[in-house]
């Protein structure tokens, strides 16, 4: 009895479009690009059998999800959920990123750092002695923990609705940062690792729950936006440091499906075990020599590459594209190392001839950019 959860989120906002931190606040609309995103993400999901509908009540994620409907021609209702809505951050909402990382340097630094301990003001507003027509407004102040808050709203929705859908195929169309919760709660990432996971504006991502919650989802995919004209995903911390594709081949029809991906893609260096030259010459012939190509005797090099880089914050501040051909097992082994989960093989559901791409910026921990990129169903 499994259920399967399509995640994805809003279209390009207007609020994203100007580079400002959005929270719960809800005067950001999607722009023409989003809701052209939303349309393009319901057609890629037209052929997939969907039993029901949830999504945040913004009207962001409410706009999404009502072109989502349409382009994938259901009748199906829409159901609005309060556990889908963005992370509460009060003082922040509306401000400019750059005004944050320049004026509140110390907040901003916790938030990336440790968002489990990163806290807020919150403002609430009552009323209070009323007495015939006179009316008294009253404001309380108190600590919120947005992250924390944010992952037992998480914990919450999944309590709630996956018993109602089993053996069923449900769509959630939410926040970027509820869904990094909700994949979070889902897999065991802990709320320290919350910037580890990158989402982007309608990528579609897939949970398998099968056994409710009482033991950990598989991750089908995350964050796929080919169907937006995306060779890879576009880079959330800067276009600094090194952004590492990771792929595995079994056969001649994975190795046509990653040359076919890999085409416009531009790579600076690969790597590979020598035992897979054969494949490296397949995935090279359509790259310049331009692209540096070192090969290992030692099968396991990745492992400790990565491990290596993971240890080195201080990155070449320039931006590096490599790809490395390594088993299924090491792809697992690290994404759990970049999640901070216990290693678990059936977590992580890797498709031959897809990409996972891993993203290690200038100063800050790696992230994964994508799973399974260019198949997410």
């Keep these: 009895m499994v259920t399967r959860v399509i995640l994805v989120r809003h279209g390009q906002s207007t609020y994203n479009l100007e580079k400002r931190y959005q929270g719960c606040c809800d005067d950001s609309v999607l722009t023409a690009r989003g809701l052209e995103m939303a349309t393009q993400t319901g057609e890629l999901l037209r052929n997939t059998e969907i039993h029901a509908v949830y999504s945040s009540p913004l009207k962001r994620t409410r706009q999404s999800a009502i072109a989502i409907l349409n382009a994938l021609e259901l009748e199906l209702e829409l159901n609005s959920h309060e556990n889908l809505k963005e992370i509460e951050m009060p003082a922040w909402e509306g401000l400019t990123f750059q005004h ?30 009323q007495s015939g027509s006179v009316t008294t ?23 709630e609705v996956l018993p109602r859908h089993l053996d069923e195929t449900i769509l959630i169309v939410s926040h970027g940062g509820t869904i990094r919760a909700l994949i979070g709660t889902a897999i065991g990432i802990g709320c320290e690792s919350f910037h ?47 952004r590492l594709l990771l792929a595995s081949a079994q056969d001649q029809n994975s190795i046509h499906q990653l040359v076919q991906l890999l085409e416009p893609i531009k790579l600076d260096l690969y790597l590979n075990c020598e ?27 990745f492992d400790i590459w990565h491990q290596k880089l993971q240890a080195n914050s201080n990155r070449a501040e320039s931006l590096t594209t490599a790809l490395a051909i390594v088993q299924p097992e090491a792809i697992r082994r690290v994404l759990a190392q970049t999640l901070t989960v216990p290693y678990n093989p059936a977590i992580f559901s890797l498709k031959p001839g897809t990409l996972s ?21």
């Design 137 to 159: 407004l009253t404001q309380s102040e108190s600590h919120c923990f947005p992250v924390l808050e944010l992952y037992a709203q998480a914990h919450y929705f999944w309590k």
């Design 275 to 301: 035992s897979d030259d054969v494949l490296a010459q397949a995935l090279l012939k359509h790259h310049s020599e331009s692209t540096v190509h070192l090969k290992s005797a030692q099968c396991d090099f």
């Design 100 to 129: 944050v990382r320049q004026n509140l340097a110390e907040d901003y630094q916790c938030w990336k750092e440790r968002p489990h301990e990163f806290q807020m003001q919150r403002t609430m507003a009552y009323e209070s002695n």
């Design 196 to 242: 580890t996971l990158q989402q982007s504006n309608c990528g579609i991502s897939v949970l398998d729950f099968p056994q409710g919650l009482q033991q950990p989802a598989q991750l089908k995919a995350m964050n796929v936006t080919q169907h937006l004209g995306e060779a890879i995903p576009k880079l959330k911390e800067g276009k600094l440091g090194l």
């Design 357 to 377: 791409i891993l993203h290690y910026p200038v100063h800050h921990r790696p992230v994964l950019q994508a799973l399974n990129f260019s198949n997410p169903l």
